[in-house]
């Protein structure tokens, strides 16, 4: 089972529209959630990051976490052709360590006119 | 955030040489991380840039084939040692700030090996 899983895509949403990208974990102890966006050819750009359960806002963009059921979503309001991109997830597993982050593969996402 | 370089951008390489990527931070992190991203795949860790110390790598991932530095809070490098068509890839600097989770990526560097 992989540790992070997110459907590849493309997912594919009209402008205007609510995109809601998905992720789910396996390790029930990950602490910190995070959304990355990275256009073709170009290095990942933190979007959100979450902790706690519920919803956090930021601008278009919403990050929600479900512990009890491991999941974790970004739902993209008003999209536009720009947010065209690849979303990654990723969480930080409870190592005992110092922290890392551990990718899922990335839905890529497609904003139509 | 940060400001993260790396260098070189891209390169073009042959079978058996090496290539040491370099990648310079704009303040003081807490971690420095090494990763790699195969076309069309997502990022996997290579290893943790230790201060002073040897790196911590991943399963997978041995100090011969990628040997690398941290002199310095704000500087590392990853050299890609004996290189082959396999190692043909992005290969990401990443960053942690002092006080936060968040972590942040270089641009990048893109290797092609002949």
């Known amino acids: 089972q992989k540790e992070v899983e997110q459907n590849s895509g493309p997912l594919s949403v009209p402008e205007g529209a609510i995109a809601s990208l998905n992720c789910t974990y396996s390790d029930r102890g990950s602490q910190s959630f995070f959304w990355y966006r990275q256009y073709s050819g170009k290095s990942p750009e933190l979007i959100m990051f979450i902790y706690s359960n519920g919803d956090k806002e930021d601008g278009r963009f919403t990050a929600q976490l479900n512990k009890a059921s491991q999941y974790v979503s970004l739902l993209i309001r008003d999209s536009q052709p720009s947010d065209s991109a690849t979303y990654l997830c990723a969480v930080t597993l409870n190592t005992g360590t110092a922290s890392k982050l551990t990718f899922g593969t990335g839905t890529r996402l497609q904003v139509t006119l | 955030s940060a400001v993260i370089s790396q260098k070189p951008s891209r390169d073009i390489c042959q079978r058996g040489t090496s290539l040491t990527i370099q990648c310079q931070v704009d303040s003081q992190v807490t971690m420095m991380f090494w990763y790699r991203q195969q076309p069309g795949q997502s990022l996997t860790l290579i290893a943790t840039?230790?201060?002073?110390?040897?790196?911590?790598?991943e399963s997978g991932f041995v100090i011969d084939k990628f040997p690398i530095s941290r002199p310095n809070l704000t500087f590392s490098t990853l050299t890609v040692s004996n290189m082959s068509p396999e190692d043909s890839s992005i290969y990401l600097c990443?960053?942690?700030?002092?006080?936060?989770?968040?972590?942040?990526f270089g641009p990048g560097t893109r290797l092609t090996v002949l």
């Open positions: 990443s960053v942690r700030l002092a006080g936060l989770v968040t972590q942040f």
């Open positions: 840039a230790n201060q002073g110390s040897e790196a911590t790598y």
